[in-house]
C-alpha cells in the first residue's frame, strides 16, 4: 500500500465533477503532500487529483438503465481491487447518492477506518426520507450546500454543515453589461433553462417552446435565449424542435448560461440547480418540472414528501421569506399556466422587485463563507491529525 493514506472523491455527473474540484484544489493548496484520488472528471484532475477512472463523461451518462448498471457492477470491482492496495483516510461521495451509495458500502466493509463525508447532500429531505437510516450508516458528516439542510439531518443525528455553495462565490449578482453575440432588443428579455440531463430537456422544452410562442403572441419585441448547457443538449433541444430549428426570436448559447442569465429581464427554470445560479444572479424566475398525472398520482405525491420542492423556496422558507418565486410542480404540461406566470416577471413592477430583495436576502446566506474554505475545514475536522 502507498505510505500515506489518501482521500477519494468519487463523483458521476458534470456538477459533481465542478463542485469536487473547487475542494480538491483548497485541499491541495493547504496540504500539496496529502495524496487526493478521484472516480471523477478533467476538473478534478486538472485540481490536482490522481485519476483512477473517468466517471462524469456524457457518453456514460447516456448509456441505458442496464448497460448503466453493469457498467457500475464492474466498476465496483475494479475499485475493490484498488481499494486492496490504497489506503483512505477518507471517502467523499460528491452528489449522485444512487451511484455512490454501493461505493459507501464497500468502503465501509472493507476500510471501515475511513471517514465518509458526503459532499452535497443527498435530498432525502425532498422524497425518501427513510434513507436516512441508510445515511446515517454510511456517513460520518455531510456538508451540505443549502441553507436549510443541516437542521434537518442533525434532527434525524446525522452530523452536517452547512458549507455554501460555489456559485455564489464567482457570481457577484451585479448585472453586467450583455455579451455582444447576444439579441439587442428593446422588448422583454427571456431566458430559457431547460435543464441539463436528457430526461430534463425530453420532459420540459416542448412546454417551454410552446410559453414562449404564446408570450411572443402577447409581447411585443420579446426576444429569448436557451442556455444550452453542453453541444449534446443543444442537439437534442434541435431535435425536438419544429423542422429542427428554433423559432424566430429564440437563440441559443452554449455552456455559458452566467451571460444569458446576466442578459434576461426573467427566466423560466426547469427545476434544479439552475433554480439556485439564477437567483444568484439575481434573475426574477418562474420555476417548473413537468411530470405525466399518472405517475403523480399513482406514486409522485405519495413519494414527494415536502410541497415546497424549488431551492429558491426551500431557502426562502427557512430563513422566514416564505416561498420567493412562482413554482409550478408538479406540472402538467399547461403552457397557460407558464404565461400567466411570467408575464408579471417581463417588465419592471412589483413582482420582479419582490424578487430582487429576496435574493438579496438569500445571498447574504451564502456569502458569509467561501464555499472551499468551509467545506476544506469540515472535512479536515472530521479526519484525525497528521
Not at 223 to 231: G, I, M, Y
Request: hydrophobic share 45%; aromatic share 6%; with cysteine.
Amino acid at each position: 500500500m502507498a505510505d500515506r493514506p489518501g482521500i477519494l472523491f468519487t463523483a458521476f455527473e458534470p456538477s459533481g465533477d465542478h463542485i469536487a474540484s473547487a475542494l480538491i484544489a483548497e485541499l491541495k493548496q493547504r496540504q500539496p503532500d496529502r495524496p487526493i484520488y478521484a472516480l471523477g472528471g478533467p476538473q478534478m484532475q486538472r485540481s490536482g487529483a490522481a485519476l483512477i477512472e473517468s466517471t462524469t463523461d456524457h457518453a456514460a451518462m447516456l448509456l441505458g438503465a442496464a448497460a448503466q448498471a453493469k457498467q457500475h457492477l464492474q466498476r465496483l470491482g475494479r475499485l475493490r481491487r484498488w481499494l486492496d492496495n490504497h489506503e483512505i483516510e477518507a471517502l467523499v461521495p460528491t452528489d449522485s447518492p444512487a451511484a455512490n451509495w454501493s461505493i459507501c458500502s464497500m468502503v465501509r466493509k472493507h476500510q471501515p477506518q475511513a471517514k465518509i463525508v458526503h459532499l452535497v447532500a443527498p435530498q432525502l429531505w425532498a422524497w425518501a426520507p427513510w434513507r436516512v437510516r441508510k445515511l446515517r450508516r454510511l456517513t460520518d458528516h455531510v456538508l451540505c450546500t443549502q441553507p436549510f439542510e443541516p437542521e434537518w439531518f442533525r434532527y434525524r443525528d446525522v452530523n452536517a454543515t452547512f458549507v455554501g455553495h460555489p456559485l455564489y462565490d464567482r457570481i457577484t449578482g451585479e448585472k453586467l453589461p450583455p455579451a455582444d453575440e447576444l439579441p439587442k432588443t428593446d422588448g422583454p428579455k427571456l431566458a430559457l433553462l431547460p435543464g441539463s440531463r436528457q430526461s430534463e430537456v425530453k420532459r420540459n422544452w416542448p412546454t417551454m417552446l410552446e410559453t414562449y410562442r404564446r408570450l411572443h403572441a402577447s409581447h411585443r419585441g420579446i426576444a429569448a435565449v436557451v442556455a444550452a448547457s453542453d453541444e449534446a443538449r443543444q442537439q437534442q433541444i434541435l431535435r425536438m424542435s419544429p423542422l429542427g430549428v428554433l423559432p424566430s426570436g429564440i437563440e441559443m448559447s452554449v455552456g455559458d448560461a452566467d451571460a444569458v442569465l446576466n442578459w434576461a429581464d426573467a427566466a423560466l427554470v426547469v427545476s434544479g440547480t439552475a433554480t439556485l445560479h439564477a437567483a444568484a444572479h439575481s434573475t426574477p424566475m418562474v420555476v417548473f418540472y413537468n411530470i405525466s398525472r399518472g405517475a403523480w398520482h399513482l406514486a409522485g405525491r405519495w413519494l414527494v414528501q415536502t410541497r415546497t420542492m424549488s431551492l429558491p423556496n426551500l431557502i426562502g422558507e427557512s430563513i422566514g421569506l416564505g416561498r420567493v418565486v412562482p413554482e409550478l410542480m408538479p406540472h402538467f404540461g399547461d403552457a397557460d399556466a407558464l404565461v400567466r406566470a411570467l408575464s408579471p416577471l417581463l417588465a419592471e413592477g412589483r413582482s420582479r422587485h419582490a424578487q430582487h430583495i429576496a435574493f438579496a436576502a438569500i445571498r447574504k446566506r451564502f456569502t458569509q463563507q467561501r464555499f472551499e474554505h468551509a467545506a476544506a475545514d469540515a472535512l479536515l475536522a472530521v479526519l484525525p491529525e497528521a
